[in-house]
């Protein structure tokens, strides 16, 4: 089992930037690699990274470039920075973690809101 709770979230200006905390408990030796997904108010919860257990990160289109997902040293935190922040980006965040056992499971946190308005 794997627990994750992220923070951080909270009221931001338009062109603000905030960083969003996951951090893991339970069997994170088990974990292969950890998501950032995000969920808008009335719309499908959407992708917005990942870091592998090498360290590789990919991202999505719509925030390449104002997103850097990295891990703390301790490798059982997960950070979002998000520069350049726009109204758009309001949403819940949350981190995944999927693991490399066999089946594969998958975790989620409770989320952090994250509210982008002036």
């Known amino acids: 089992q794997v627990q994750l709770v992220e923070s951080g979230g909270g009221l931001v200006q338009p062109g603000g930037s905030l960083r969003l905390s996951c951090v893991a408990s339970g069997s994170i030796f088990n974990i292969n690699y950890m998501d950032w997904y995000r969920q808008a108010p009335g719309k499908q919860r959407e992708w917005v990274g990942g870091i592998s257990r090498g360290g590789s990160t990919n991202y999505a289109d719509s925030v390449k470039g104002r997103c850097t997902i990295s891990r703390g040293n301790a490798k059982n935190t997960l950070y979002l920075q998000i520069i350049s922040l726009k109204p758009e980006d309001t949403a819940v965040y949350y981190c995944?973690?999927?693991?490399?056992?066999?089946?594969?499971?998958?975790?989620w946190g409770q989320g952090t809101q994250v509210t982008v308005s002036s």
């Open positions: 995944k973690a999927v693991t490399a056992t066999i089946p594969v499971d998958e975790y």
